[in-house]
């Protein structure tokens, strides 16, 4: 039971869906498969970030009644990861945005969503 | 069969990695120096309630203004990749969406946007701000264009909402250089009773403003997304 704790749920919850998200953008052929695998694997990086900054007992880094405004840092999260993880959802929408445009291109030239039929961009 | 082995191998590779990095890994019992100064140096220097949006705005504003001009990038790239074309398009006839979708779009979309407001205007006090307000209101007009996709935006209209909150942006950061100790420095305005709405200085106008950003460029990448859709 010594493992069961809320940061190592998060961890393994993250690491989970880092390996879907690897193993989808690997083995899938569609383009669009792809992308989800990407955004799978983002979220499980951010789920992971997040879950380290945990401390157990503490609360979210926001001060209202409960808190008080002394000793803060015995009593809050670490907010760093927090805000770090904030930046990482929007590039990763935007990411996401470029990535759907892209695909859009590829359909246009070829009328297909196959990586097999790119043989050019193989390496 | 090579490459079905190389995928095993990569993925054992990384989960071996992963887990040995969760089992080896010890749980922080108290904060480390950087982040106990930010917990407890907010209140007295940055007035926010909320000690993220201090890091986000303040203490790691330069960090933000580059996250936002990633967006921009990212916006203007898919703008450029899908300019639409002068072609004349000719008009698909979609079935019309449904009565349950038209209606409740209408009901629910100026309180969408009400929502994504008040989630920018509150960051500095509740765990909200301007790149999760943005997004809700970006979420409004998806709902808009799911119900009529044949819907035209004004994008004069975004685009000048996205440069005006752009450039303000730029402008308060400079302002607190100027009235302030340094670049983006939120102490300029005065920073009022911690926990109120009109407290944290430049805060809440930073975070609205990126609010503003994040919704204009979010909306467009949609509508450019859709109208690609209907000129197949």
């Known amino acids: 039971m010594e493992y069961l704790t809320l940061q190592n749920i998060g961890l393994v919850t ?10 989808g953008a690997l083995t899938q052929k569609n383009i669009l498969r792809i992308i989800v695998a990407f955004t799978i694997f983002d979220a499980g990086l951010n789920l992971v970030i997040v879950a380290l900054s945990y401390i157990k007992g503490r609360v979210a880094p ?22 770090l993880v904030l930046t990482s959802i929007v590039i990763g929408v935007g990411v996401t945005g470029v990535m759907l445009t892209f ?21 | 069969m090579y490459k079905n082995m190389f995928i095993i191998l990569l993925l054992a590779g990384f989960g071996l990695l992963l887990g ?6 010890h ?3 108290s904060l480390p120096q950087l982040p106990a100064y930010y917990a407890d140096n907010t209140a007295p220097e940055v007035g926010a309630a909320n000690v993220v949006t201090a890091v986000v705005v303040t203490y790691r504003g330069f960090d933000t203004l580059g996250e936002v001009t990633i967006l921009f990038v990212a916006a203007s790239l898919i703008a450029m990749f899908l300019k639409h074309s002068k072609a004349p398009r000719h008009d698909r006839h979609p079935r019309p ?18 929502f994504g407001a008040y989630v920018f205007a509150n960051g ?33 209209l975004l685009n000048a909402i996205e440069s005006i909150s752009g450039t303000s942006y730029v402008i308060i950061g400079i302002l607190g250089a100027i009235l302030g100790l340094g670049f983006l ?23 609205s403003l990126i609010g503003l950003k994040v919704g204009a460029e979010l909306s467009n990448i949609l509508h450019h997304l859709n109208e690609v859709q209907n000129e197949e």
């Open chain 2, 97 to 114: 969406s449904s009565v349950i979708l038209s209606t409740s779009q209408k009901l629910l979309f100026p309180l969408i946007v009400l």
């Open chain 2, 27 to 29: 749980e922080y019992l």
């Open chain 1, 62 to 83: 926001i001060i209202d009644q409960t808190t008080g405004v002394t000793n803060l840092s015995e009593k809050f999260v670490d907010p760093i990861p927090q805000a």
């Open chain 2, 185 to 207: 420095d939120n102490r300029f305005i005065s920073l009022g009773q911690l926990g109120t709405l009109f407290s944290a200085g430049a805060i809440p106008v930073i975070y």
């Open chain 2, 124 to 156: 500095h006090l509740t765990p909200g701000g301007g790149f999760q307000g943005g997004a809700i209101i970006a979420t409004g007009f998806l709902l808009l264009l799911m119900a009529n996709p044949q819907a035209e935006f004004k994008h004069g």
């Open chain 1, 14 to 23: 993250g690491f989970m869906l880092m390996l879907i998200g690897l193993y």
């Open chain 1, 103 to 123: 695909a859009l291109r590829m359909f246009k030239t070829r009328h297909s969503l196959d990586i097999n039929d790119f043989k050019q961009t193989k390496w």
């Open chain 2, 20 to 25: 040995s990095f969760l089992l080896t890994h």
